[in-house]
């Protein structure tokens, strides 16, 4: 019979797994699975709870190979803050890939989620972002921007991170913080499009329903991971952006249709070519990624099953080796 | 902030909730939800590894008026017999509905899903079935077949059971057990013709790709549950079945167009009416039940998320009460 699941909790897992390196490889090689057609993902199951002004999500994939499974749940309950409480949350249930036993319940409120978003950003950056990133740019001033930024910098070095945020105050609060955590210079930046104007890496982490970055503001020598959308109804670049890019890639295809930036493209008629190549194609070397230096090239990051998956079984393993 | 996450096991589970009226209530209320619309309820997540021989759900529901709602995750894995293991399993997430913080983890591996399904089955029976039934009929022979005519007996206490399946060794078995459990006459049926023709009320329990029971077999003075479709290539009945009776009613007819009876009888052509009522409504007065002791009624469930919800906030006010 199967052993008794194992029951980890946030402070657990923060002791297990932080934002290095290892958690970015391991994430890169589950966008390798995807590419390779060694996933099964289905469709997010979603619930709109509008009269909660809160959503409910659960993901989950197999990957063949690994010997578990994640269904992780999300919440996002958006009136919490006036309670003391964030916005955001969830649990990770891991699940036998030989017998469907359950094997581990992970309460972590959110806290692989996180991990596994900012190590989807780092592995974009990698290998989409130009060879040199003097100057990174992050639009939003939430945990994600802190955690993007440090992602990135894992893989381009810049010296400089721009912060922008509709709070200035905020924004100040995320450069600090930013200063301190990756010890690079930060300053804010009052306006958007001077931030991507200066920068070769733009990671956009908002949920914002109306775009923030505009085709017109796109220069030689940028990459942009916009991570921020992850429902129907939101989007972060202008439709225009990801036509006018040399390259738009997505973590998954069928996901970025319904929940990513090119959603609005499709919509507004601004899309007219080929359905996108996916990040793990771009790394395998079945699709193209950047080939210039000069390049405009976009990443749009929805977050898939498959990073919960992969993320649960390095848990796992790193729990194993402790 | 939130109290710490209750892990109850499946035998505290079994200590706490049995099969009783007060679940067969439960269950009923959480119809009446649904037909009111007092419930949010997505599609199924589900994901099919048909190179495991095995299948993974995930269903959930928020009911208005329920502090928490359930996420349940259920497994299927079908060659786990070979292993000593059975095949279906699974676990149920509670979250608070104020705050999406994890409530509780029900490791309960299917247990609270076939008591919520057995519950559903005597609902149906409670509100279609004529009101007197001497002989009631299963098709199948597993642990629903003895769920669902325990679950039965509670609301139309028959005097006789009659029991078909394929494997008329076990059929022999589960009329034992339930002459036993419900203290009734049990016989193994060999014709499932047969079995239909002495019944007054019938429930089918099988993961069947074939229809077993035919449309010129159903007779005045019937009814018939069908609860083991649960997949879009499942179907227990003849699709004319649907059309030759008087009253064909649907769990959640959202699901039973994708996975119940209704799929094959839309497929074929053979339903050209309107979509079907659903169970919450005859319950509520809003759709007609049976009108008449001759009438022949059919119920297709497909099993709901709102019953999960429903299922876990009871085992939740148990556990207040104990």
């Given at each position: 019979m199967p052993a008794e699941p194992l029951l980890l909790s946030e402070?657990?897992?923060?002791?297990?797994?932080?934002?290095?390196?290892?958690?970015?490889?391991v994430i890169e090689q589950a966008f390798v699975a995807l590419a390779e057609?060694?996933?099964?993902?289905p469709p997010i199951m979603s619930?709109?709870?509008?009269?909660?002004?809160?959503?409910?999500?659960?993901?989950?994939?197999?990957?063949?190979?690994?010997?578990?499974?994640?269904?992780?749940?999300?919440?996002?309950?958006?009136?919490?803050?006036a309670r003391g409480m964030p916005s955001l949350g969830g649990m990770v249930n891991v699940l036998s890939a030989l017998d469907g036993s359950v094997r581990a319940v992970f309460l972590d409120n959110g806290y692989l989620t996180d991990l596994r978003t900012a190590a989807a950003g780092a592995v974009?950056?990698?290998?989409?972002?130009?060879?040199?990133?003097?100057?990174a740019g992050v639009i939003g001033t939430g945990l994600q921007a802190r955690l993007q930024m440090r992602a990135a910098h894992?893989?381009?070095?810049?010296?400089?991170?721009?912060?922008?945020?509709r709070d200035l105050e905020k924004a100040a609060s995320c450069a600090a913080d930013l200063a301190q955590d990756i010890g690079v210079e930060a300053e804010v930046c009052s306006d958007p499009r001077l931030l991507v104007k200066r920068s070769q890496l733009v990671v956009t982490t908002t949920p914002s329903f109306t775009p923030l970055v505009q085709a017109d503001w796109l220069h030689p020598e940028l990459h942009i991971?916009?991570?921020?959308?992850?429902a129907p109804d939101k989007g972060e670049l202008h439709p225009r952006c990801l036509t006018r890019a040399d390259l738009y890639i997505a973590d998954s295809a069928a996901q970025?249709?319904?929940?990513?930036?090119?959603?609005?493209?499709?919509?507004?008629?601004d899309w007219t070519g080929d359905d996108p190549a996916e990040l793990g194609q771009v790394i395998g070397g079945q699709a193209k990624g950047r080939t210039d230096p000069r390049q405009i090239t976009i990443a749009d990051l929805t977050g898939t099953g498959a990073q919960d998956t992969a993320m649960a079984a390095h848990v796992l393993e790193r729990l194993a080796d402790a």
């Open positions: 402070d657990r897992l923060r002791a297990l797994v932080a934002l290095h390196l290892d958690v970015v490889d057609g060694r996933v099964i993902m619930m709109e709870l509008p009269m909660l002004n809160a959503e409910v999500d659960a993901k989950t994939a197999f990957i063949a190979g690994l010997d578990v499974f994640a269904l992780k749940v999300s919440t996002g309950f958006f009136d919490n803050p974009a950056a990698r290998h989409l972002a130009p060879e040199v990133v003097t100057t894992l893989v381009r070095p810049f010296e400089r991170v721009l912060v922008w945020g991971t916009a991570m921020g959308s992850d970025v249709r319904l929940r990513g930036e090119w959603r609005a493209a499709l919509e507004s008629g």
